[in-house]
């Protein structure tokens, strides 16, 4: 079972916790979610989600700088930019 609680709520009964699956902890006065409580038996399964999640961002920054890790090792050589962006559509037009 979910259910959605305000922070003043859990300050005042952290017990209610117990009765439910996973809990958003919202904040009431600006309808906001603070945060998430997740019970025992589904932590696993959000941890590996949220380690799967980190992996996958770190990823794409990854790859976001491998695209230029040939210019520093001079692969395009004395060409000029416009060269190099010319190249580089010609590779993606392929």
Do not use: C, P, W
Not at 53 to 69: C, F, G, N, T, V
Not at 77 to 85: L, P, R, S, V, Y
């Amino acid at each position: 079972m979910t259910k959605r609680i305000g922070i003043r709520e859990v300050t005042r009964n952290f017990s209610i916790l117990d009765n439910y699956d996973y809990v958003e902890i919202e904040d009431k006065k600006t309808h906001k979610i603070k945060g998430m409580f997740v019970s025992e038996g589904l932590l696993e399964d959000v941890r590996e989600y949220i380690e799967q999640k980190a992996k996958e961002k770190k990823q794409k920054k990854i790859d976001d700088i491998m695209q230029y890790a040939g210019m520093v090792n001079g692969k395009f050589g004395d060409m000029t930019a416009q060269e190099i962006k010319a190249k580089k559509r010609e590779k993606y037009y392929e």
